[in-house]
């Protein structure tokens, strides 16, 4: 079936650094491929999409680049703040009509 | 605007105590959907709801009873749970069903069973 793998945390950062958080995926067809954050206490939020090959999601500085020859969909940003703390999510839709997550990464970003 | 509305925001309740989870989505969506969330894990898909019609049931207990009364409510109904249903209750609601269009959430309600 459909799966997500994402890099185990929790992945600690100072306060400008870059970030890397890699995810691969397993799906027949063609998903659409999605990044959540969930701040603490909060609920989860949308933080990007790709829905085809060579798609590139960004939004607030995060990219990610839709890699089918790869599988991948790693998230990046060029310089973390303290309010960029979170758990982020790595999620596929495919022919089930279910969105499914990876385990979360929980980043923790120091001043 | 992609707001996803749920009630209470906390909740704690008694195993005999009968309960409803509120979610509200005024953007028109067509499919809504219930997941649970243990601290520390992803959502897990409980229901799904497509133009008001349950879709999938993920072989939830029948103690968790989903109702959508029209096209922008989803209910939740909770009776005789168990203390390890504590956990956060996420809403979703998407434009069409998923693999169409993405996933927006609510804040959650907090539920603990006492």
């Known amino acids: 079936g459909d799966s997500v793998t994402q890099m185990e945390g929790p992945v600690t950062l100072s306060e400008e650094a870059f970030l890397t958080i890699n995810c691969t995926y397993t799906a027949t067809g063609y998903p659409s491929l999605f990044w959540y954050v969930q701040y603490p206490g909060e609920g989860l939020q949308l933080l990007l999409k790709?829905?085809?090959?060579?798609d590139k999601g960004s939004n607030k500085g995060f990219e990610a680049t839709y890699r089918k020859e790869t599988t991948s969909f790693h998230l990046e940003k060029g310089s973390v703040q303290v309010s960029d703390s979170a758990v982020y999510f790595c999620?596929?839709?495919?022919?089930?009509?279910?969105?499914?997550f990876g385990q979360g990464t929980t980043l923790q970003v120091k001043p | 605007d992609t707001e996803v509305t749920q009630t209470p925001k906390h909740l704690v309740m008694g195993m005999t105590n009968k309960k409803s989870l509120k979610c509200e989505q005024h953007?028109?969506?067509?499919?809504m959907y219930w997941y649970k969330q243990k601290a520390k894990k992803p959502p897990e898909l409980m229901f799904v709801?497509?133009?008001?019609?349950?879709?999938i049931n993920e072989s939830v207990p029948s103690r968790f009873s989903p109702e959508c009364p029209n096209s922008s409510l989803l209910n939740l109904h909770l009776h005789a749970l168990q203390p390890e249903d504590s956990a956060l209750y996420l809403c979703?609601?998407?434009?069409?069903?998923?693999?169409?269009?993405?996933?927006?959430f609510g804040q959650g309600t907090r539920l603990t069973v006492v």
């Open positions: 953007m028109g969506h067509r499919a």
């Open positions: 709801y497509s133009y008001e019609k349950l879709s």
């Open positions: 979703a609601s998407s434009q069409q069903p998923l693999g169409v269009s993405e996933a927006f």
């Open positions: 999620a596929l839709t495919g022919n089930t009509g279910k969105l499914i």
């Open positions: 790709a829905t085809k090959a060579d």
